[in-house]
């Protein structure tokens, strides 16, 4: 099987150039002192400034926010990917920088295509501010779940073309491979790789390695990478144009899958397939003859996983973890004593909500101390009420109109012909982490989450207007 790259000359030496400038931050978040540190990233975001590859910084932060290995994760204080550590605000991280220096040079560039949601999301915005006139603020650092939304402004204006957007997905799909090295890391010696740099681990790593577990653990630092990276090889491999070698995406879709297999994480999973069955239903011309071509590397994976007896026991446990949700099915609220989400977490949540059904509580004390991140519906009603939740659902069901209408509208020869239907998938994958596994959608958002988001509606605007 031959894999080649056939992107311009330089695609390689961009991927380089990702690592190179993601280790060189590892470096400095964790052997620096704070103003060479601060000095040093202000430096980056100069350089972004003045580049006309926008594509290229958008992958590194999204490498670096997607935090593989935990090297920047919010926990360990000393080793968070921030400017400054101490403001009023709390951290002042490197991304809520980035955003607004990405708005202050994208701000006077024309978006090339008009926006078809700009109806609902400005009305969720305007609905936001109600909130916060009606039940103020109880902690300021609400704000940097805010700054996310001025993705929707600068990243149909920093993408200008196909091209562009494949050599984004291109860039994320290498740290792929980076993501499994990890994981295999942490399954045989039961540490994330920041610790051999003096990080300090997530609470909820056991410190032990599969070997000394009777359960699977969850390699999951990272997991946005290979989730993700599901999403943009199905697209690229129904893309009729695309410039990436077939058995390259291939490679990537088949190790992504086991990647987000690993880390025995149910919703994860489930969404994952999702979008690889929507890929195979609408995409495929020879679904077999596909299956053909995943073959090979699912062969070297489990060769690998079952070689290694320590590996082989993650890959059981996952499985296993992963056929709880027939007792789901069941009826079985609890999927056999591994899931509260719907018996404890939910209830306790919906009570709360129901003292404020309609407007719910926006960024309230009352908001805050009964907000579970493990029930994303519930925690969306919670935080937004009837009125919120319904707005957006009117976004979700006009993003999936605007891609249907599209897709039955393009004649078969046309390069862009099924990507819409991807696109659906995709947003219906991360509605289903957000109902089974953690919030995805609220009044803010994480730079990981909201980027993904908004990215799907960019991406999709630029396709129903350039298909």
Excluded: C
Aim: hydrophobic share 50%; aromatic share 20%.
């Amino acid at each position: 099987m031959v894999i080649n790259i056939r992107l311009r000359d330089n695609s390689f030496k961009e991927v380089i150039q990702l690592y190179v400038l993601y280790l060189m931050t590892i470096a400095a978040v964790y052997f620096l002192p704070s103003i060479v540190k601060l000095f040093l990233f202000s430096l980056f975001l100069i350089i972004y400034y003045r580049s006309n590859k926008d594509y290229f910084w958008f992958a590194f932060l999204f490498i670096t926010e997607s935090q593989p290995g935990s090297f920047f994760i919010i926990s360990d204080s000393s080793h968070t990917f921030s400017l400054l550590e101490n403001t009023p605000l709390g951290y002042l991280f490197f991304w809520m920088v980035f955003i607004l220096v990405a708005f202050v040079k994208n701000y006077n560039r024309k978006s090339k295509y008009p926006f078809l949601l700009k109806g609902p999301i400005i009305a969720l915005l305007v609905y936001i501010v109600v909130l916060l006139l009606i039940f103020g603020i109880y902690k300021l650092n609400f704000f940097g779940g805010l700054i996310p939304w001025l993705l929707l402004i600068i990243l149909p204006r920093s993408f200008k073309d196909q091209e562009e957007y494949e050599r984004f997905f291109y860039l994320i799909f290498s740290f792929v491979f980076f993501v499994i090295f990890y994981q295999i890391v942490f399954l045989l010696l039961g540490k994330e790789l920041n610790y051999f740099l003096g990080g300090q681990e997530r609470g909820s790593i056991l410190n032990k390695s599969i070997e000394e577990v009777n359960e699977a653990l969850r390699p999951d630092a990272g997991i946005y990478i290979p989730f993700f990276s599901i999403m943009g090889s199905v697209i690229l491999l129904t893309y009729k144009k695309t410039k990436l070698s077939r058995n390259y995406l291939y490679v990537i879709l088949a190790t992504s899958l086991f990647s987000i297999f690993l880390t025995a994480t149910r919703g994860w999973m489930i969404a994952g397939v999702f979008v690889f069955v929507s890929f195979l239903f609408f995409s495929a011309r020879n679904p077999f003859g596909l299956l053909q071509k995943l073959i090979l590397p699912a062969i070297l994976l489990v060769v690998l996983f079952n070689f290694v007896p320590s590996l082989k026991k993650q890959s059981d446990m996952a499985l296993s973890r992963f056929e709880t949700l027939i007792s789901l099915t069941e009826g079985d609220k609890t999927a056999g004593g591994t899931l509260s989400r719907l018996d404890v977490r939910g209830p306790r949540v919906m009570k709360k909500f129901w003292e404020s059904p309609i407007l719910g509580f926006g960024f309230s004390s009352e908001s805050a101390a009964f907000s579970d991140g493990h029930v994303g519906n519930q925690n969306l009603l919670l935080h937004a009420g009837i009125i919120g939740y319904t707005i957006y659902v009117i976004i979700w069901l006009a993003f999936i109109m605007s891609m249907y209408i599209r897709e039955k509208n393009l004649l078969n020869d046309n390069s862009y012909k099924h990507v819409p239907m991807l696109l659906i998938a995709s947003l219906l994958s991360i509605f289903i982490i957000h109902s089974t596994t953690s919030a995805w959608f609220g009044l803010g958002f994480n730079y990981i989450r909201g980027f993904i988001f908004f990215f799907i509606l960019t991406y999709g605007n630029f396709i129903y207007w350039e298909s």
